[in-house]
């Protein structure tokens, strides 16, 4: 169901800056999942005009998050639910629609561009001449799309100049499996230096864990309303 048909499409979304990230990271600390609701906006319209008389309903599954949820119903966007909690979540900000109809239901399109994910650096060991670098999120948190979704997502740190070496990405946790990635060119990093993983909207946080008892990422909307593009 689409209440409303798609209003102006821009081209494209600018991803969020560095600057815009380590404001956000100054304010709301690390690990953040920072969802960029004007990147919901243009992969809805997108959708909406590639696919002109079908109806989208948003399967909550990949982001159930409330922002999210009011920022498609701004749209007129329809909502696919199918457990108790993601009811409850539609209920809270938008109208359930009455009967059957023939529908779309995205999911990641939508909801994979909006998130980018800021860890921080809180240990380094250089094993057998490679660099491995500790993040305060990983492969049972906000990274867990890489092992239930089989995702690879673009990474890189922020801010932080210098010669590429093969490095070694890993979580919080110790475990053998919590390795981001084996084998990718950094520049040498510091303790405290953020590390930004790109298109972490769809499946991460919303099957991220908090084993070890290690707090899965904090999440932030910003661009909650059009107008104010680049503000929270
Ligand atoms: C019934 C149903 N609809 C839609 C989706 C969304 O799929 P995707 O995120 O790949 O668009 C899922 C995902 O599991 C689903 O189970």
Redesign the pocket.
């Known amino acids: 169901m689409s209440r409303r048909p798609p209003r102006r499409q821009r081209a494209t979304f600018r991803p969020l800056t560095g600057t815009q990230l380590e404001s956000l990271v100054a304010r709301h600390g690390t690990p953040l999942l920072v969802i960029d609701c004007s990147a919901i906006r243009h992969q809805y319209r997108a959708l909406a005009a590639a696919l002109p008389g079908v109806g989208l309903y948003y399967?909550l599954?990949?982001l159930p998050h409330p922002d999210v949820v009011a920022t498609l119903r701004d749209l007129g966007a329809g909502f696919?639910v199918?457990t108790a909690g993601e009811i409850a979540l539609v209920r809270a900000l938008a109208t359930l629609p009455p009967g059957v109809r023939v529908i779309a239901?995205?999911?990641?399109?939508i909801a994979g561009p909006a998130g980018t994910v800021v860890a921080s650096v809180i240990g380094r060991a250089q094993r057998e001449g490679r660099w491995w670098y500790y993040l305060d999120d990983g492969l049972y948190g906000s990274y867990s799309g890489q092992l239930f979704d089989h995702a690879r997502y673009p990474i890189d740190a922020l801010g932080v100049r210098g010669p590429r070496h093969p490095s070694v990405l890993a979580g919080p946790t110790c475990d053998s499996i919590d390795v981001i990635r084996e084998d990718i060119p950094l520049p040498e990093l510091s303790l405290g230096d953020l590390v930004v993983g790109r298109t972490m909207g769809?499946y991460t946080a919303a099957h991220a864990t908090d084993f070890n008892f290690i707090p899965r990422a904090r999440i932030v909307a910003v661009n909650r309303r059009t107008g104010r593009q680049r503000a929270d």
Not at 105 to 109: A, D, I, M, N, W
Request: glycine share 10%; no cysteine.
């Open positions: 399967a599954k990949p696919d199918a239901e995205p999911g990641r399109f769809a």
